[in-house]
């Protein structure tokens, strides 16, 4: 069984995403990347009579190697496992056009986000073309699934709630790109033409942390954009059972890191809530009185959030510029990194037998 293999059906059993096979780069003897085993087929006169609009560039190569499908992903992409263990239990022959080499490889692959019920966000194009992009994610609202490509970008993903978002930058401010309905995203392990792994962002693995909502500002971004998202019903978006337990593990974790006391989780309408016997969020030196209480809370929708009912706590936090959870991952030494390139899970049996 190929590593790709057990990625993909860990994606489509275990998270109900529909996954589909994609092109692979090519590699020289000196690693660089020479071109996309879908070159071959493209030059044939079956795929010009077949797929007309299928074309290379003016140089005959492929403009995006290692990302365009090879089947017809749309209607095809599936959580079948036979059909995974079709396209994915054996390896594929490519032609590299410039030596005439056969090679034979497992399929990268992709996941169709509009048939998984994910939106994917593309935080360093915001970054790079809009600034800071807590002006629509505060932190909290981050800290969601995260991948990195294996050009070292990051996807923010969220869950679409059933809203039927679309797919592209049309009509959006600069800097929002997503990728919803009728778009994919390349996720691990494929590689990518830079020779690195697509990969997940340690503790922001599918299995390490739930998928968030759509935060509120980039909803009403979308919303507002026309054809990027259509009348639905409005109603209280909650998480799975298995993502609330996910995130309670996230909570234990930090606390156990963080060397804070806190009782048992105990139901908090529908989500789950710890009470701190200390309030981690005053100086040691000076303590509050017992009229405030710490805690931290898992919302029926998969956020965290922590805090104080006092008030010179509710202050200090203000002040800092974050939110009480950041402030306890922080402590805790798993504090969110800037979006530069971050520690990802780099090997499959982590993936597979942890990570998903």
């Known amino acids: 069984m190929t590593d790709n293999l057990r990625y993909a059906q860990a994606y489509a059993q275990r998270l109900n995403w529909s996954v589909f096979p994609i092109h692979n780069p090519i590699f020289d003897a000196n690693g660089i990347c020479t071109g996309c085993t879908c070159e071959h087929y493209r030059r044939s006169d079956e795929c010009k009579q077949k797929h007309p609009r299928l074309f290379l560039g003016s140089d005959g190569k492929c403009a995006n190697p290692g990302k365009c499908p090879r089947v017809a992903w749309a209607s095809k992409s599936t959580t079948d496992n036979a059909i995974i263990s079709r396209w994915w239990g054996q390896m594929w022959r490519g032609v590299d056009v410039d030596t005439g080499e056969v090679i034979e490889v497992s399929p990268n692959l992709a996941i169709d986000c509009g048939k998984s019920g994910i939106l994917a966000f593309d935080a360093d194009t ?47 401010p600069p800097g929002i790109d997503i990728r919803g309905i009728g778009g994919y995203i390349v996720v691990a392990p494929s590689v990518h033409k830079s020779g690195r792994r697509y990969e997940w962002e340690e503790l922001y693995s599918p299995s390490q942390t739930a998928l968030l909502p759509i935060p509120k500002a980039l909803d009403a971004i979308l919303g507002a954009a026309h054809g990027n998202r259509i009348r639905y019903a409005p109603g209280t978006p909650t998480a799975a059972p298995q993502a609330i337990q996910k995130q309670a593990g996230l909570v234990d974790q930090v606390i156990d890191r963080a060397k804070l006391v806190a009782d048992t989780a105990r139901d908090y309408g529908g989500g789950l809530r710890w009470i701190l016997s200390e309030c981690p969020f005053c100086p040691e030196s000076d303590p509050h009185a017992d009229d405030g209480t710490p805690f931290i809370i898992v919302l029926p929708d998969g956020r965290i959030v922590a805090g104080c009912h006092h008030n010179r706590c509710r202050q200090r936090i203000a002040a800092a510029g974050v939110s009480g959870w950041h402030m306890l991952r922080k402590r805790a030494g798993l504090e969110r990194r800037p979006f530069l390139r971050r520690q990802v899970i780099a090997t499959v049996p982590a993936m597979v037998g942890a990570a998903l």
């Open 126 to 172: 915001y970054k790079d073309q809009a600034g800071d992009l807590l002006d629509i994610i505060p932190s909290h609202q981050q800290e969601t699934v995260t991948a990195i490509t294996g050009g070292g970008g990051t996807h923010l993903i969220y869950d679409a709630q059933g809203k039927p978002y679309g797919n592209s930058t049309q009509g959006l």
